[in-house]
């Protein structure tokens, strides 16, 4: 059966992820980590692929919801003669929520129940290592546990109710009755380590780890700040975010999967399973406006220990263990999803020069300072010198946020992102009073901004790229972090144009200038909560609410976005579910919310997420004082 994007459903552990589809089945995992190679692919490739399949056998309609305030998932199946309910999820080992560092088990534990009638249920566990290279050898251990094996994995899998071993899966057929309760459970292991029949789990220690991952979960979300309207869809979505976080690092990935498709059929399929600087700086920063800090810190000694060394040795991604080298290699047995080809593991766009990612980070560590959070001398001295690369790089073309694979450009974007770099750094060091060549440091904000008002704005509007006529929605960040007030009438002529030429059934395109790739994309979801930010911050509320509105109806049934949406259908594109649009939508509902209690500090520039977070933890009088941003302009 083939699915669509957003026909699935995420399973995490804080290690790594599992796609479940509405029938049932486990189309995507990988172990023990986000980046391994996948043990179940048949999002790829339904022939070659592997699934792990949980459902009633013949005719069915199914429905699912996240148990609240959890990644547990429940699947309800009806048939004609009864209902079959199958609780999923990947179970982690105890521990407070509080350490970030909760283990994993690195298993799938699922639990059907007979809630009404009789059903005959469906188990089938057929893994395809190494992203869909071959079929393990499988071989029971007992009537109810078996093992499956081959190359450097292995599976364990435990059932409380009998199995059958095939040459390419392993089998249950299960007639269930109203009460009746069965459990499943694949576990990884390396493949050189042997278990005993003894050491496999019993139906007791199942269910605790059901309990125990259920509580987990809950007692995480209650520490979220955020008690707006719109609560359900940021707590979704900040567990979504929590569930990409890598417990052992602190790193989140972009997004779980590899080369699902910007465009079915297309070429644009790239592995996200990584650590971009600028995706997970913006997720901290969501992550902060709902209270949470832990996690912050966590990234924090990462990046430390991570970029150590020469700011220029900076990379604009890693692998979540810290890894530089991320070699991109297409698999060329896979026939990709709805035939989408490549697919591509490793990412060619690691070496890339991406001169926005300085900003981000110095916007994230100014946030966090002003959060409260302790920025010590080592981390200042390491701020410092990517502020001293930014003055000696920011004249310089680069490849920009959107990864182009083409010439570098002047990208205005890149250049607004070097300007942040500079002023955060500058109120950093004059907040804190750290040392720093603050007089330097002002002098090329100054430089900046006067090329951006001289040759970006030139034609009375940003474009994508100094010297271009491309649109690029990008440039919606300008009045958003607080180089030029939303009413401005640079800003007002760009966002009309912005509008006039990416805009398609209310959502924006990233834009339509040449990257050096061939096919095209859909609407990209972040830049739409970016044009919601900057209504919200004109003082057009209605209209953005309107917006906010409509993106969240883009969402599948259990609250889960991908990259992008075909405009028109909603249709989900792209890597799913993305780190990126959750972000924005934790983000932007922050700052609605904000905007309706809080009157706006105009006229002026102001930072948006900084205005979001001053409401939101209750620093009202701090923000009025500390952000007299006309003044050091």
Known sequence: MRQRIDDYALLGDCHSAALVGRDGSID??????FDSAAVFCRLLDLRRGGTFQVSPEGEWRSTRRYLEDTNVLETTFTTPTGVLEVTDCMPVRPGSARNPRVGARHSLLRRMRCVGGKVRARVVVAPRFEYGAFVPRIRLLSPQAAELVGGADALWVTATRPLSAHDTALRGHWLMKAGDEAWVEAAWTPS??????????????????????VAFWREWASRCAYDGEYRQAVRRSALVLKALTYAPSGAIVAAPTTSLPEEPGGERNWDYRYTWLRDTTLTLISLM???????????????????????????????????????????????????SRPVRVGNGAVKQLQLDVFGEMLEGAWLFSKMGGRLTAAHWAYLARLVEDVCERWRKPDQGLWEIRDEPRHFIHSKLLCWVALDRAIRIARARRFPAPVGR????????????????GRTGWFPQAVGSDQADASVLQLPALGFLPATHPLVSRTVAMVRKRLEKHGLLYRYHASDGLSGGEGTFLLCSFWLHDVLVHSGRTGEAEELLHHLMSLSNDVGLYGEEAVPGTGEALGNFPQAFTHMALVASCAQ??????FPLPRPGAYDYADFALTYHLGRRTVFMSHFAWDAVQ
């Open 192 to 213: 050189l380590v042997e278990r005993k029949v003894t050491e496999l789990p019993d139906q007791a220690t199942m269910r605790r780890r059901l309990e125990e991952t």
């Open 289 to 339: 406006l709902l209270g949470y800090q832990e996690e912050t810190l966590d990234f924090q000694h990462w990046l430390e220990r991570t970029s150590a060394g020469r700011a220029e040795d900076i990379q604009i991604m890693y692998g979540i263990r810290g890894h530089r080298l991320l070699p991109e290699v297409e698999l060329s047995h896979l026939e990709g999803h709805r035939g």
């Open 441 to 456: 440091w002002m002098r090329e904000r100054a430089l900046l901004r006067e090329y951006l008002l001289t040759e970006g």
């Open 592 to 597: 609605l919310s904000a905007a309706r209690a």
């Open 28 to 33: 995507w995992a990988c172990f023990p980590r």
